[in-house]
T-cell receptor
């Protein structure tokens, strides 16, 4: 099946620093990727939609200058949390959309394993 | 975006069949129904997807009535390892027409020995 990886899986940083999270589709090309965040015992909340070669579309209430998204290739999207603060501590999950024709399980989105960010 | 409603939690004994129903009254013509499983501190894992009637794969079945306003995920003979949160998502997933989907609360399934 489709595999989406994230790196790092866990990161601890000091307040005020920036953290970059990578999301890769390993065996398929993804023109569209999504970034979510999830707080403990809560559901996933969509942050932004990332399209290869164009600017990301952010959900209402998500600061685009704080959460920088770059989708430079068909297999890689990055989320950079700039000037991180303790309230940014969360579980960040990416997903990649697979169109039909690439894999048997086409026309759906597959999720990465997530990145646990802790800001001290 | 079609809103989904699921039971918050369910308990089941090992070896039993579990059926989780999701309501999506405002489902649109081009929307598909997808179910995901999520374990703590992991990303959601694709289980099954369908548009109408019944879909079956190696791990589950998905039943969708003719009006498509609800769907039921059926897990045959659950084991302890099936304890997880199950999400029902509804959205247009066609190539070129893919839209973002909204996660609902999900159903926390607890399998009891």
């Amino acid at each position: 099946g489709a595999v989406v990886s994230q790196h790092p899986s866990r990161v601890i940083c000091k307040s005020g620093t920036s953290v970059k999270i990578e999301c890769r589709s390993l065996d398929f090309q993804a023109t569209t990727m999504f970034w979510y965040r999830q707080f403990p015992k809560k559901s996933l909340m969509l942050m932004a939609t990332s399209n290869e070669g164009s600017k990301a579309t952010y959900e209402q209430g998500v600061e685009k200058d704080k959460f920088l998204i770059n989708h430079a290739s068909l297999t890689l999207s990055t989320l950079t949390v700039t000037s991180a603060h303790p309230e940014d501590s969360s579980f960040y999950i990416c997903s990649a959309y697979i169109s039909s024709g690439q894999l048997r399980e086409g026309n759906t989105q597959y999720f990465g394993p997530g990145t646990r960010l802790t800001v001290l | 975006l079609a809103k989904t409603t699921q039971p918050i939690s369910m308990d089941s004994y090992e070896g039993q069949e579990v059926n989780i129903t999701c309501s999506h009254n405002n489902i649109a013509t081009n929307d598909y129904i997808t179910w995901y499983q999520q374990f703590p501190s992991q990303g959601p894992r694709f289980i099954i997807q369908g548009y109408k009637t019944k879909v079956t794969n190696e791990v589950a079945s998905l039943f969708i009535p003719a009006d498509r306003k609800s769907s039921t995920l059926s897990l045959p003979r659950v084991s302890l390892s099936d304890t997880a949160v199950y999400y029902c998502l509804v959205g247009d997933i066609r190539a070129g027409g893919y839209q973002k989907v909204t996660f609902g609360t999900g159903t926390k399934l607890q399998v009891i020995p």
